[in-house]
T-cell receptor
Framework: KNQVEQSPQSLIILEGKNCTLQ??????????LRWYKQDTGRGPVSLTI?????NTKSNGRYTATLDADTKQSSLHITASQLSDSASYIC?????????FGTGTRLKVLA | EPEVTQTPSHQVTQMGQEVILRCVPI?????FYWYRQILGQKVEFLVSFYNNEISEKSEIFDDQFSVERPDGSNFTLKIRSTKLEDSAMYFC??????????????????FGAGSRLTVL
């Protein structure tokens, strides 16, 4: 069954600290994996997109990794800011559909 | 930057009433989607639309739901007779190319800001 699991479910960190969010998937066949940021009450916004052959991709303070062998991805946020408070959703594409993870809710405190 | 636009941003309706949620996808996009997100839960797929017809729908998308692209720019979701459990955020999304076509920017799903539906 195609599934995307994310951990932790929620996370609280202090401003300026780093954090890492995890995504494990069982989607097959695999096309690509995206991380989205969703602010409360808003639509998801794409942060990074990775294909099977890519191991690491950065977008500013966000760095995503992908291990296609173990079917795991991580999103590392460096020097967190208050505006990073949001839900982060891992979305894996198969051949014809997108499988959404349950999301990690991140709260950054001053 | 091109955006997916949704209206209304919030609609309150009585149970049993019909609701139409509207979306204007990005102009050169070919594939259109509706998703919903019940408060505190994950984003759920409702329906995908390509070439003026439904390409896939989930079990959530029952006979009470319909989609239409009436004029080549708007993409609407109609709920015929709303139920309490239809209360959710409804997101429209669009993309230019097919899902499996690598990781180009054209493959990225772009979401609208959502329409919050409250059924009383």
């Amino acid at each position: 069954k195609n599934q995307v699991e994310q951990s932790p479910q929620s996370l609280i960190i202090l401003e300026g600290k780093n954090c890492t969010l995890q995504c494990n998937y069982t989607v097959s066949p695999f096309s690509n994996l995206r991380w989205y940021k969703q602010d409360t009450g808003r639509g998801p916004v794409s942060l990074t997109i990775m294909t099977f052959s890519e191991n690491t991709k950065s977008n500013g303070r966000y760095t995503a990794t992908l291990d296609a062998d173990t079917k795991q991805s991580s999103l590392h946020i460096t020097a967190s800011q208050l505006s990073d408070s949001a839900s982060y959703i891992c979305v894996v594409s198969g051949t014809y559909k997108y499988i959404f993870g349950t999301g990690t809710r991140l709260k950054v405190l001053a | 930057e091109p955006e997916v636009t949704q209206t209304p941003s919030h609609q309150v309706t009585q149970m049993g009433q019909e609701v139409i949620l509207r979306c204007v996808p990005i102009s050169n996009h070919l594939y259109f989607y509706w998703y919903r997100q019940i408060l505190g839960q994950k984003v759920e797929f409702l329906v995908s639309f390509y070439n003026n017809e439904i390409s896939e729908k989930s079990e959530i998308f029952d006979d009470q739901f319909s989609v239409e692209r009436p004029d080549g720019s708007n993409f609407t979701l109609k709920i015929r007779s709303t139920k309490l459990e239809d209360s959710a955020m409804y997101f429209c999304a669009s993309r230019r190319t097919a899902v499996g076509q690598g990781a180009s920017g054209a493959n990225v799903l772009t979401f609208g800001a959502g329409s919050r539906l409250t059924v009383l």
